[in-house]
């Protein structure tokens, strides 16, 4: 049984050594070097209301436990209001074009579904309260055992992990156990070894689609197959990068080299979707479903691009996804720093980056795409704190969380509940979402909050940081070093 296995170590001996000396040469003076200047993506940074000052603590403006204090106020207050008014059979997922009206619902069926226990969960994580922790019970355990339903055949990581994930760590019950092993098995279910990639879009034709005999991969599964490294976590197969066909921590380390390889672009802006040819495992076409053209940056794309990088440097230690979160990292900034129009110098992006405004619909901007950032950036600068990159990243989270905390872009809370967040956009080209509230904005900037209590210079004071300056944006010679390190060679 997966749950008796003896859990085998991540690293051996020989592999630490390697590991160990491409550490030496990715701390080089090159990549380390400091500066006196304060922020290193000029524009944003400067007109942000944070701005980037020497310590990090010493934004002008509210304090960053200020900025939580008020996130949590509007999200308990919205919270409450949601579980007074819904059913335990209907998942929030967009808030109404009238902020004050609510959200609109799915069934436990839908990809969004475990984001909205995932709220409750992150609620209980911040605040402690037993209120939010019962909550999150009652709306987790409705979706128990759909891990053999085709709707939901490549998000089970975005539908168990905020849920029975979180219920895990909080309760450490093992029927919470059995659902995240039992998602990781079905991830495992819909990995092919011939493109090094789990399947995703199936049963259905997106558009944009070859019609050839294909498998799509979308650069949202770089955040889904986390799954399969809390399943190794929890006794599944874990015999680490032995060649095993079993092996769920190797799947997600091959998926993600394969991401790197076809998804990034050389400039570290990404593609949507990539499609494969299923037995010979050559890319059949690149383009976008979510996106403004297929070779446009969708925004919440590139922000899974580097949450899922993140995630699988800070599981497995493995430079390379490090160098390719930081690759795809340093690209979101520069784009947040090229906007132009309403948008320019904002931390919050447009739903893409290349796409025109559109002053009807607010632009539309993406507030989700700038929570999952933060998180991505939170995460890499928790990882690696003495790196001055993690210095700079831990600038830019704080920056975007002190954004998404304004007035401007937090709900007002309404008695029929909704989202915490406002100006999301859910898929542009399908007109569905457009600047409203989405529940996964609301459930990863909770998530990054909970990151950054515990990071020093974000939320706790970090004596260090008085004298220090964040570096500059990397140079020319830097960022081609990035692109060259920035993944394994196939």
Not at 60 to 75: D, F, Q, S, W
Request: proline residues 7%; contains cysteine.
């Amino acid at each position: 049984m997966a749950g008796s296995q003896r859990a085998a170590p991540l690293l051996r001996p020989q592999q630490l050594v390697f590991l160990g000396l491409l550490l030496l040469l990715y701390r080089s003076p090159a990549l380390a070097a400091k500066s006196s200047e304060t922020c290193g993506v000029a524009r944003p940074c400067s007109l942000s209301a944070a701005g980037c000052d020497a310590e990090v603590e010493s934004y002008k403006g509210a304090t960053t436990p200020e900025i939580i204090a008020r996130v949590l106020a509007v999200a308990e207050a919205q919270a409450r209001a949601t579980v007074k008014n819904t059913t335990t059979d209907q998942f929030p997922y967009t808030g109404k074009r009238n902020v004050s009206d609510g959200w609109t619902h799915t069934s436990a069926h839908a990809w969004t579904s475990g984001f909205f226990p995932g709220v409750l969960w992150q609620l209980h994580n911040l605040t402690g309260r037993a209120e939010w922790r019962e909550q999150a019970e009652r709306w987790t355990r409705p979706l128990a055992n759909l891990q053999r339903d085709w709707a939901l055949q490549h998000d089970f990581g975005f539908v168990y992990l905020p849920s029975f994930g979180e219920m895990w760590k909080a309760t450490k019950s093992e029927e919470a156990k059995k659902q995240v092993l039992a998602a990781a098995e079905a991830t495992a279910w819909a990995f092919n070894p011939a493109t090094n990639s789990t399947r995703t879009f199936e049963g259905w034709d997106a558009p944009g689609a070859t019609g050839k005999f294909r498998q799509a991969v979308i650069m949202d599964h770089m955040v889904n197959i986390e799954v399969l490294i809390e399943g190794a976590r929890l006794g599944g197969p874990r015999s680490w990068l032995d060649d095993s066909p079993d092996d769920w921590i190797d799947m997600a380390v091959r998926h993600a080299r394969t991401v790197r390889k076809n998804h990034v672009r050389p400039d570290g802006s990404t593609y949507h979707v990539v499609e494969y040819h299923p037995v010979r495992g050559t890319v059949n076409k690149r383009y976008t479903y979510q996106g403004y053209a297929d070779n446009s940056t969708w925004s919440r794309g590139q922000s899974w691009a580097m949450l899922g990088f993140a995630t699988m440097y800070a599981a497995t230690r493995l430079p390379e996804f490090r160098l390719a979160a930081e690759f795809v990292g340093e690209k979101w900034l520069s784009l947040l720093e090229a906007q132009e129009g309403p948008a320019s110098g904002q931390w919050i992006p447009k739903w893409d980056f290349n796409s025109p405004h559109e002053p009807e619909h607010n632009g539309p901007l993406d507030t989700s795409a700038a929570a999952v950032a933060a998180l991505a950036f939170l995460k890499l600068a928790e990882a690696d704190p003495s790196l001055p990159s993690s210095r700079r990243y831990l600038c830019a989270a704080v920056s975007t969380l002190r954004a998404l905390g304004s007035d401007e872009n937090l709900a007002t809370p309404s008695p029929k509940g909704g989202p915490l967040l406002l100006h999301a956009t859910a898929n542009r080209p399908s007109n569905l979402g457009l600047d409203v509230g989405l529940v996964f904005g609301d459930y990863y900037l909770l998530e990054a909050l909970e990151v950054c209590r515990r990071v020093q210079g974000c939320a706790r004071p970090d004596a260090a940081a008085g004298q220090a300056r964040f570096p500059k944006r990397p140079s020319r010679a830097e960022r081609a070093a990035l692109r060259r390190g920035g993944g394994p060679k196939p």
